[in-house]
């Protein structure tokens, strides 16, 4: 029930592609979705979120595009650089219950952009 | 970035002994969380903290402490060492329970 279920677990893309990652959820109070980038040796670093409210978010390059009915929400970067590439993590959470606003993590999804 | 500062980098010690990581804030964040990062298992979260001497059990709690004396630090100690806790521990913060967090460097641990 407070699984995200991220894929694919790595992804290879060539420059100028759509890179698309997609993650399913369980939990139907879940109401703030975020996606992390993190590079090697460093922390993950919030790209974008979404909440329920809407169905997609536009950020520069990167889109959300969440299905309430489907649970299901995904990051699409467009015109993919090889500066993209980095680990990416989807993850949820929820305004209710013990665990409140605690982020429920997707296992990543490492992302190569060859030149 | 986020005034967020993880001590040390990185530790190797042995089986059996006391580790203390700490995370240091600047940004006046009542949220504090600990996380392990590991292969095929993303971040999961150990330890977090709503205020001053406020903590709470995350998924994966066995075999860790947390204190948070003061609003910019919360400390996590591994009481006994294990090797199954060699990890990479990232701290994060928060302004609301539910907003965004914001991540550390981490600190890659070795347990030998």
């Known amino acids: 029930q407070q699984q995200v279920k991220q894929s694919p677990q790595s992804l290879i893309v060539q420059k100028g592609g759509i890179s698309i990652i997609n993650c399913a959820y369980e939990n139907t109070a879940f109401d703030y979705f975020p996606w992390y980038q993190q590079f090697p040796g460093k922390g993950p670093a919030l790209l974008i979120a979404?909440?329920?409210?809407?169905s997609e978010k536009k950020e520069g390059r990167f889109t959300i595009s969440f299905n309430k009915s489907a649970k299901q929400f995904s990051l699409h970067i467009m015109d993919s650089q090889p500066g993209d590439s980095a680990t990416y993590f989807c993850a949820a959470s929820s305004n209710y219950g013990g665990s409140q606003g605690n982020l429920i993590f997707g296992k990543g999804t490492k992302l190569s952009v060859k030149p | 970035d986020a005034g967020i500062t993880q001590s040390p980098r990185h530790k190797v010690t042995e089986t059996g002994t006391p580790v203390t990581l700490r995370c240091h804030q600047t940004e006046n964040h009542r949220y504090m969380y600990w996380y392990r990062q590991d292969p095929g298992h993303g971040l999961r979260l150990i330890h977090y903290s709503y205020g001053v001497k406020d903590t709470d059990k995350g998924e994966v709690s066995d075999g860790y402490s947390v204190s948070r004396s003061k609003t910019e630090d919360f400390l996590l100690t591994l009481e006994s060492a294990t090797s199954s806790q060699t990890s990479v521990y990232f701290c994060?913060?928060?302004?609301?329970?539910?907003?965004?967090?914001?991540f550390g460097d981490g600190t890659r641990l070795s347990i030998l």
């Open positions: 979404i909440r329920p409210d809407v």
């Open positions: 994060a913060i928060s302004q609301d329970k539910s907003g965004p967090q914001h």
